[in-house]
């Protein structure tokens, strides 16, 4: 069984930054793919960013695009989305979730969700 732990998020003001972090024990191979998700009172859940471990490649959503990384914490052990210029909008519960392969997929394992509330 894959797990999935997310941690680091809280109230921000506008324009201010927070990190979230995703641990895994699937961190352990070499083939996984880390995708953030979030969803907002009353939206669907959305994929924010996504990063293939196997070649490196990340991906964003245009909302987030420029604003937030995602990036491996190699000395951590741990896969980092570092948020900047926090928006209201950004306001959400914020989801890890780990697929064992190339791809986010949204099938693999899943954390239990950090709250960002960003305020105006």
């Known amino acids: 069984e894959v797990r999935v732990v997310e941690s680091g998020g809280g109230l921000v003001q506008a324009g201010g930054s927070l990190t979230l972090s995703c641990a895994s024990s699937a961190f352990s191979f070499d083939d996984f793919a880390v995708g953030w998700y979030r969803q907002a009172p009353g939206k669907e859940r959305e994929v924010i960013s996504c990063?293939?471990?196997?070649?490196?490649?990340?991906n964003y959503a245009p909302a987030v695009e420029g604003r937030f990384t995602i990036s491996r914490d190699n000395a951590k052990g741990t896969v980092r989305l570092q948020m900047n210029n926090l928006r209201p909008e950004d306001t959400a519960v914020y989801y890890c979730a780990v697929d064992l392969g190339h791809h986010c997929s949204g099938l693999g394992s899943w954390g239990q969700g950090t709250q960002v509330t960003v305020s105006s």
């Open positions: 990063l293939s471990n196997s070649d490196g490649r990340t």
